[in-house]
């Protein structure tokens, strides 16, 4: 994959590379990474008498540290082995390298495209060879069999065997692929489209090919214009429409991942690396490492993610989060890789690398759903487990039935029915009708910010009824500015400060990192916390100076005993302007307060209308005291409000909800967040957040923006409507075609089908199914 890169891959590309001294005036090579090294690189050592150049210091201090490591003859490079590859149908089929499903005969495609590599159609082309090549000999043959007998000079016996002759290469060589695969899942004990196909076709080869050796063998009634009927012109159209068709549907079926390879594309191939001689030089992108200093200039695409340095900017983020507003970047700001730098010059400080980007884990989260399966496909899987069974019985049956009551021409007419049945039933158009639906819909979700964990998310995303939001990072910014400290009688508010940072030194909590930068601003000198306890949902303990500290709301005091005082009117006062608030303790006695006020996201708003608009009972449950939680819950219009929560009572609140019959939806972005994430029917977690909450989702909303929710419901709807539209049509489609196959309309309509027609149909079953799905790239 041209983004993932696992860092010990790119330590396995370094150990590899062949050491070269300066053998060459003009072409030197690092010993360490391979790279090419100008002559007058300043990184440079000597060794037992030979000068060796590196392209940066961190290359030089490896190769100092280790040399024989670099030095040593090194094995030849393995191969890089082949992509892996999965079934669409049967995502559980992994194996390394193309090949055709075990389960379904169908072409194996990768799981991840490669954009480093043309995209892999062996198969389409090898289907549109045999197609065109054969197409001409197709053409012949049917016009021989439908007007033979009108030439002159063409005797019935020429014509058997010119069809014959003709038709070999179709069958034998252009449909040699179809023969295999019908094989296999006899072999495999697993029937399918393919075994319905060669079935059919080698029926009517064989069949013909008795009646052109051995004409005798068949009684009177089988004659037709001087010669024993023979069906080489359905064989041979069959295998002609049945390869338009796989051509048709191989071409579909890649436009489903269009949404990946568009995401690889995102990513640069290049950085510009500043070396510590502040040099700046073009460096791949596999050769960035933790820690190196990167210009971007503008226009560029930021290479990895990592944190500004120096310079200001508007960064486009609108590729990864569908925000459409460019985002201004300063000193200390993170950027995401593969965004666009829009105006001035940044320097940047790579953070992630490789796997670990932002982009690549939405590439890999992006594969990963849309190869699972959805839980409406279980119908469509138990309905083709025994398909392929009832639909033989049925041509068998059909067969016979004809043949003993269908009168002189009863047998022919037992041939051409069955046949057209073994064609017309086509399980591919049950197996694809969910995942097409799912790869495109996740695909378009990834490029608006929203990525869904497995397809059961999206099935269950439209009939959420209930939505809890937490309030810190998911209705806010979840980046809190401390206002101002006040301290109780005896106690300077710069040291309630100061003990508060140096307790808060140690956890993850915006709110925490709001009371450390402040402190840092002010120049407060901060202690080593020591015996550091997180009290998930309430606040922090430990010790600092010699002095067992707490910080936190009323709950963490109330459980260590500490009288609040008159402190605690202030307190309420300060909430009910929307501030959090939070307590500081020593050894059991109130210190002071410390107040920090995160501003509420100008997306809410409109993101909380536009979900009661679509019916959504909306709750808020956060850790923040009451009064502040009912304070920005009024603002925002949110009725029910809980406060002071731990991570224990939101899952009791969702488990709650969920035994009243609701369908609960969790959106959070911290890790008391998570055990509501994973119980709730859907989790939601705020791309912002923490791994943990993230890990603990079915759905990523990259911006944090709860717009997002709406955006991915609407989404939803669209897709479980689609996998309905593309089950119904399988369904109906069998259910009309195989009866009508099998001749039920004849008696009444005088209607038989022709093999011929069976084929067009099966062909344009699944590929109507993947049309279908592709529809909603059209998604708004």
Known sequence: MATAIPEQQHEQRHSRSTPAPDSAPNTLTDPVCGMTVKPESPHATDLEGVHYRFCSAKCKTKFDAEPARYLAPQPAEPAIPDAEYTCPMHPEIRQIGPGNCPKCGMALEPLLPDLEKDEDNTEYRDFHRRFWLSLPLTVVVVVLAMAGHRLEGLSPAVRTWGELLLSLPIVLWAGAPFFVRGWQSLVQRSPNMWTLISLGTGAAFGYSVVAALAPGLFPSSFVAHGRIGVYFEAAAVIISLTLLGQMLELRARSQTSAAIRSLLGLSPKTARRINPDGIEEDVPLTHVHLGDMLRVRPGEKVPVDGAVIEGSSAVDEAMLTGEPLPVTKRPGDQVIGATMNTA???????????????????VHMVAQAQRSKAPMQRLADVVAGYFVVVVVAIALTSFFAWGLFGGEQGWVFGLINGVSVLIIACPCALGLATPMSIMVA???AATQGILFRDAAAIERLRDVDTLIVDKTGTLTEGRPAFERAVAAPGVGEDEVLRLAASLDQGSEHPLADAIVRAARERGLALDKAEQFESATGSGVRGQVGGRRLALGNGALMAADG???GALAGEAETLRQSGASVMYLAADGRLLGLLVVADPIKASTREALTILRQ?????VMATGDGLTTARAVGASLGIDEVHGEVKPADKLALVERLQREGRIVA????????APALAKADVGIAMGTGTDVAMNSAQLTLVKGDLRGIARARLLSVATVGNMGQNLAFAFLYNALGVPVAAGIL?????????????????????LSVVGNALRLRGQQ
């Open 344 to 362: 001035g010059s940044l320097v940047i400080r790579a953070e992630q690398v490789g796997a670990r980007t932002v982009l690549a884990q939405i």
């Open 442 to 444: 996740t695909g378009k």
């Open 562 to 564: 500490v009288d609040l």
């Open 614 to 618: 679509a019916g959504l009972r909306i």
């Open 666 to 673: 969790m959106a959070g972005d911290g890790i008391n967040d």
């Open 746 to 766: 004849y008696p009444f309509f005088g209607l038989v089908l022709s093999p011929v027609i069976a084929a067009a149909a099966m062909s344009l079953s699944s």
